[in-house]
Structure formats: structure tokens, C-alpha cells
């Protein structure tokens, strides 16, 4: 179990940093992924797991969606201002790689443009997109994580594919 | 163009691999410290039995603690022995006993003293020579009486 988590935990909150822009959020929520993981499926098939922790992340994702619009729904009419982290979480990664400065600015700006794209997208597209194109999940276990069907994963992913293409095309030759 | 978008995917996946490596260690050390706490909270869970597990254990337990439970009560009846029965059973006059009281209380207190023995419940032997004074007709007759139903609530239980 350790070894899987180890295997997904950086890409998981990666996935979830992106759908709610907010570290302490992202920790949280691939935390309680990983509990409800164990509780609920670590006597499944380990081919299973991937697909499994992601339906469980995919979930908790959308239900902190849920609760975000509710409480900007309060903030609105109590006049409250949004707690939510707007700062970008590009700005907190530091260098430690020790690239070149040509080579570290330019894998900066295309991870800041695809960044930027990433959240031009809807939600389930963005999370499709990435589950598929990073994560290496096929269209089915794509299908399990997300809860929906294969044809609407299939939609979901060339419409993102289509749109990333697009926006980032000039900067990816 | 599926090339294209073989080439398209592949810089994605490199971008986002590039930016796993680029995590700062204070993000790390978090993902790795709540990765053992999930751990130890559902191995903390998991040694927790269930409420579904204990509840009709419980009550079993208890069903076989009330079933098993000694009953007290005036309507426990205690089996009379033989020789009660016999006493009862037997064509003699009560008059019989009126003339050896004494034995007969005799046995009574054997009968008490073997059945306390034996942890059987049973009757106390009354004390028949602190109301009357032995000897009066008057007297031991009342006596008779009393060891009759002594004899008979011993029975009775």
C-alpha cells in the first residue's frame, strides 16, 4: 500500500493542486482520498487501485467544489471576502535542479502556459485530460474514476486535447 | 496527425513530470507525513470491530446470561422427598403424629440439617416447647398442629 501511494501521491496532489488552486486544500484532499482508499478498496486487485483512488479523489474534488459555491453563494449576500489562496502555485516552487537559466525559464513558461490553459478548461475535462494524457489511465478506468461513461470520457478528452493543442501550439512547436 | 498528438501528449506528460520534480521539499515532507497519518487512521479504524460486529455478540452474551440465571420467587417449587409424601399418602390418622411430636420434629431437623447439607432450599424447624408448656393436652395437641403445617408448607414449598 505504501509503495503504491508512493508511486501516485505527488501526481495526486499535482491533480488536485490543479482543480482547486489551493495547496493546503490539495493536502487535504489527497489525504482523505488515501483514507477512504484504505477503508474502502485496499482488499481490491492492485491493477485495480489507480483507477479506484482516483474515483475516490474525483469525488472529493467535486464535493469541495460543491462547498465552495455554496460559501461564495454566503459570501456574496454577507459581504465576506473569498479566503480562497488566489496566489499562483508556480510562485512557491523553488530551484533546485540545477538546469540552466535558458532551460529552467522555458520549461517555466510551458508549464505556466499549460497551467493556464489547464484552468481555461471545465473541470471535467481538465481532470480527464490529465488523468488520461499523464496519469496513463485508459479510456475505462478513466471511466470509473470520473463516473461517466466511456463515450462522454472519450469527448471530454478530444475536446481538451483539441483546445490545449490549439492554445499552446505556437508555444510547442 | 496522430503523431502530432503522440508528440503533443508526450511534451504534456514531460511538463508535468518536470513540475512533480520541481515540488519544494516543504510540500514533499507534507504529502509524505498526511501519507502515514491516512495510514495510521484507517490501520487505527480497521482494528476498531464494528458496531454490527459487537451488538448481536452482546446481545447473545446476554441471552445466554438470562437463560441461565438461577430463578427466585415464591413460585419455585421444590420437589418434596419421599418420605413426606409417604407421610401424606398414608392411610394413618393424623392423630398418629399427636402422639410422637417429638420424633417426628426429630426428623424434621434431620431432614433440615441433610437438605442444608446438600444446599436443597427447606423449611426451618419450628421450635414447639416456647409457646406451650409440654405435657397439657391443650399444649401438645397445638403443637401437633403447628408441626402438621410446618410438614405441609415443607411440602408445599
Not at chain 1, 496532489?13 to 485496499?42: H, P, T, W
Not at chain 1, 512557491?92 to 478548461?121: F, H, I, S, V, Y
Not at chain 1, 496519469?135 to 486535447?161: D, F, N, Q, W
Not at chain 2, 420437589?79 to 402422639?99: C, H, K, Q, R, V
Request: charged content about 30%.
Amino acid at each position: 500500500m505504501e509503495e503504491f501511494f508512493r508511486s501516485i501521491e505527488r501526481q495526486a496532489f499535482r491533480i488536485a493542486l490543479f482543480a482547486c488552486n489551493n495547496r493546503e486544500d490539495a493536502l487535504d484532499l489527497v489525504q482523505d482520498s488515501m483514507c477512504s482508499f484504505i477503508s474502502k478498496y485496499s482488499r481490491k486487485a492492485e491493477s485495480e487501485w489507480k483507477p479506484l483512488f482516483y474515483k475516490i479523489l474525483q469525488n472529493k474534488i467535486r464535493d469541495l467544489h460543491r462547498k465552495r459555491s455554496v460559501r461564495s453563494y454566503w459570501q456574496v449576500w454577507t459581504g465576506g471576502a473569498s479566503d480562497e489562496d488566489d496566489t499562483d502555485p508556480l510562485e512557491r516552487l523553488e530551484d533546485k535542479k540545477g538546469l540552466n537559466p535558458e532551460q529552467e525559464t522555458q520549461n517555466m513558461q510551458a508549464l505556466e502556459k499549460l497551467q493556464d490553459e489547464l484552468k481555461q478548461l471545465s473541470l471535467k475535462q481538465q481532470q480527464v485530460f490529465l488523468l488520461r494524457a499523464w496519469e496513463g489511465l485508459s479510456i475505462s478506468e478513466t471511466a470509473v474514476a470520473m463516473g461517466c461513461s466511456e463515450g462522454a470520457i472519450k469527448s471530454h478528452y478530444s475536446r481538451a486535447t483539441e483546445r490545449l493543442k490549439k492554445k499552446l501550439g505556437k508555444y510547442w512547436p | 496527425m496522430i503523431k502530432a498528438d503522440e508528440k503533443f501528449e508526450d511534451k504534456v506528460r514531460k511538463t508535468l513530470d518536470q513540475s512533480l520534480n520541481d515540488l519544494d521539499n516543504g510540500t514533499l515532507a507534507e504529502i509524505r507525513r498526511l501519507k502515514y497519518r491516512a495510514m495510521d487512521v484507517a490501520e487505527h479504524k480497521k482494528s476498531r470491530k464494528p458496531v454490527w460486529v459487537i451488538a448481536p455478540v452482546l446481545a447473545s452474551l446476554l441471552f445466554i446470561v438470562l437463560l441461565n440465571m438461577p430463578q427466585r420467587g415464591d413460585n419455585q417449587f421444590v420437589t418434596p422427598g419421599l418420605t413426606e409424601l409417604n407421610i401424606l399418602t398414608s392411610a394413618e390418622s393424623l392423630d398418629f403424629y399427636d402422639e410422637d411430636i417429638e420424633f417426628y420434629e426429630w426428623c424434621s431437623e434431620v431432614m433440615a440439617s441433610e437438605a442444608n447439607m446438600s444446599g436443597q432450599r427447606t423449611a426451618v424447624p419450628v421450635d414447639t416447647g416456647t409457646k406451650h408448656a409440654a405435657g397439657t393436652r391443650e399444649g401438645r395437641s397445638s403443637v401437633t398442629k403447628l408441626g402438621i403445617d410446618r410438614v405441609s408448607r415443607f411440602i408445599q414449598g
